[in-house]
């Protein structure tokens, strides 16, 4: 099997991402991702592309991610991981779909407007 890089994106996080053939290294920005994601539902997200399509231990995956919170640069590496993986083999495509794990989630927080207090919220009205 040859090397593959895909990105995935999430809210304003950024995961770009290398697969080779290996034995199941996940490394995120140079450390393991058991480390950089410390909880279990972090980890899971990490890791569920690779859990439906049966190949947890057959990649070695290197990740640089940026931006957004932890949560949406666990949700980018989970994008770009099935991005990867049917990139290598299309089969996998349909259960990764069925999973919702294929689609961009493109929701992004709404600007600030001018004369607001936030995107939609007014400032406090004072009759007196």
Do not use: H
Not at 82 to 101: C, F, I, Q, S, T
Request: glycine fraction near 8%.
């Amino acid at each position: 099997m040859s090397t593959t890089n895909t990105s995935g994106r999430r809210k304003t996080a950024v995961a770009r991402i290398y697969l080779a053939a290996g034995n199941g290294d996940i490394t995120v920005n140079g450390k393991d991702y058991k480390e950089y994601f410390p909880t279990l539902p972090l980890q899971y997200i990490v890791t569920q592309s690779l859990l439906v399509a049966e190949s947890l231990a057959n990649f070695d995956i290197k990740v640089n991610v940026q931006g957004g919170g932890v949560k949406g640069q666990a949700e980018a590496v989970r994008l770009a991981i099935a991005k990867a993986l049917v990139e290598l083999d299309p089969e996998v495509k349909p259960a990764l779909r069925a999973k919702g794990l294929m689609t961009r989630d493109d929701r992004m927080v709404e600007r600030k407007k001018p004369g607001r207090r936030k995107a939609r919220r007014r400032f406090q009205f004072s009759k007196r």
